[in-house]
């Protein structure tokens, strides 16, 4: 049985090719126990608008990205802060957004504070919901950062006389990065994957187009099946690189 | 043989043993055996659509669909098991074997005829359109110009005709009819096709800031009951049951039960009503 365990190039292969082969075997399994049939040919006549809606996810995803970068950096700071009003309402922002579910939170806010001050535009609408709600989380992880740099080199900063500038740019930052870039990536993956709920007010991204593809065409499961296929082209890259960054930036104390 | 192969071997006898079995359990999606027969119907529809499908206070299905189901489960002595199910999971449902039927005012199509059976229809179908009163729609063509907004619900014929037919205009397409009303009311949306009946409902709930628009605008279209493709023995049940239910009054005991009020108000407009199928 050694043959699972044994680190050889042989070893990594079979065990690799038998995951396939088992989690291939799964899926068919049960579709052939629903006796249904599979019937792709629907992207080739509906690809310009996939194509369409995969750019819009795109472009959601990485205006998001920034915004939300920038809200959850803001948020952290706050927070830890000594302007006890701008401390409160970091805090406030940061629980409730974390606490309430997305969906709730783009109604609340296309429907009611949206009409409210104006902003008609979904896609506008639906950056700044997801920047809201995907900054919340940020802010939570770089609060985690800060909290996980030792006290002793905050105050060797101080003893040796750096600015406050200079011991963010020398001290914190390049040890925060560390420990904040693997969930900052996963940050923004789910970020990706949480773009799919904008669908609930019919911006144009690549689930609402599948959505409108499937009702057409009631090939329901082909339809999620490729968009899950078209999110995993996403993910995927974005969790490599991630590997990649922390090996890069992981050093030793 | 030392121990480790046979242990290899043992492991590999087991997985396809295993696979084995799984495979032999295989269901079967269409329902033909006599032995099935006295089993329960599985009816699906989707409880948000009142007064046809929808929910009483303590969450149970409540609806004109709801007694038509029961009053065919009498028909046909079998208990009939309603679950609520979203609009755009209906078919799958059926595809898939997990419902029998789909009753949930359905209209029959040709796009979907070609994935489920349908029965004889037992109702029109007629949309209607929920306008902002800002936007000065008085019929169908005017919504199908640059710039105009049209609020549809995801997989509704309101959806089939304003995407085949509206092509000027901007489609809104949302999965819930209270989300549609909601773009129009707000002012979001400039229509939102819907059947008549609930666009005249949700016309009076907001008289301020909506019209409602009935002049027809589109073919005669029919609701129907749905099943599996090739279920050929419940089609004819059911068909049996609506030409029944139909010629002993049954719908006209529905609509004094669910729909008095709009039945007055239509006469008044002197629309067709949905189980005048002369």
């Known amino acids: 049985m050694t043959i699972f365990t044994r680190k050889t190039k042989t070893a990594y292969v079979l065990n690799a090719v038998l995951a396939a082969v088992a989690v291939i075997t799964l899926v068919w399994l049960s579709v052939l126990r629903l006796g249904i049939t599979f019937d792709f040919r629907f992207i080739g006549d509906f690809s310009k608008r996939i194509g369409l809606g995969f750019r819009m996810t795109v472009e959601i995803s990485i205006c998001s990205l920034v915004l939300s970068l920038a809200a959850g950096i803001l948020a952290a700071v706050l927070q830890s802060g000594k302007i006890l009003f701008l401390k409160y309402l970091a805090s406030v922002y940061i629980q409730f957004i974390r606490g309430t579910p997305l969906i709730m939170q783009i109604y609340l806010f296309f429907y009611i504070i949206g009409t409210a001050w104006g902003i008609e535009n979904r896609i506008l609408s639906g950056i700044l919901i997801l920047s809201a709600f995907e900054g919340a989380y940020i802010a939570e992880i770089i609060r985690a950062g800060f909290a996980n740099i030792e006290k002793t080199q905050l105050e060797a900063a101080r003893a040796v006389g750096f600015t406050r500038y200079q011991t963010v740019r020398l001290v914190i930052l390049p040890q925060m990065i560390a420990g904040t870039l693997p969930p900052l990536v996963g940050q923004f993956s789910s970020l990706i994957k949480d773009s799919s709920l904008l669908s609930m007010i019919a911006v144009i991204e690549l689930t609402q187009t599948m959505r409108e593809i499937s009702a057409l065409n009631f090939r329901l499961f082909e339809c999620y099946f490729f968009l899950g296929i078209l999110y995993l082209a996403l993910t995927l890259p974005l969790s490599f690189i991630g590997k990649q960054l922390e090996k890069r930036y992981a050093f030793e104390y | ?278």
């Open chain 2, 1 to 278: 043989m030392n121990v480790s192969i046979k242990r290899t071997a043992a492991f590999c006898a087991v997985m396809v043993y295993a696979g084995c079995i799984v495979s032999c359990t295989r269901r079967n999606g269409i329902t033909a055996s006599d032995a099935e027969v006295k089993e329960p119907l599985t009816v699906v529809m989707e409880l948000a659509y009142p007064p046809f499908e929808t929910k009483d206070a303590d969450g149970n299905p409540t609806g004109i669909s709801v007694d038509f189901a029961r009053a065919f489960g009498t028909y046909i002595g079998r208990d009939i098991r309603i679950v609520d199910t979203q609009w755009d999971g209906l078919i799958p449902s059926l595809q898939t074997g997990r419902a029998d039927m789909i009753i949930s005012s359905m209209t029959i199509t040709a796009a979907r005829s070609k994935v489920v059976d349908f029965s004889v229809p037992y109702a029109n179908s007629l949309l209607g359109i929920l306008a902002n009163r800002e936007s000065c729609i008085t019929k169908a063509e005017d919504l199908n110009r640059k710039g105009m907004k049209i609020a549809v619900k995801s997989g509704s014929t309101g959806f089939i005709f304003a995407t085949e037919n509206m092509t000027h205009a901007d489609i809104i397409t949302l999965a819930d009819e209270s989300a549609c009303v909601t773009e129009v009311v707000q002012g979001k949306a400039d229509g939102f096709f819907y059947d008549q009946l609930t666009v005249y409902r949700n016309w009076q709930a907001h008289q301020n800031t909506t019209t409602a628009i009935f002049v027809p605008f589109q073919k005669k279209e029919n609701w129907g009951v749905a099943v599996r493709k090739g279920d050929t023995q419940l089609l004819e049940q059911v068909n049996r049951f609506i030409a029944d239910f139909q010629s002993g009054g049954g719908f006209d005991r529905l609509t004094e039960k669910y729909l008095s009020e709009e039945k007055k108000a239509f006469d008044k407009f002197g629309f067709k009503w949905f189980f005048d199928l002369s």
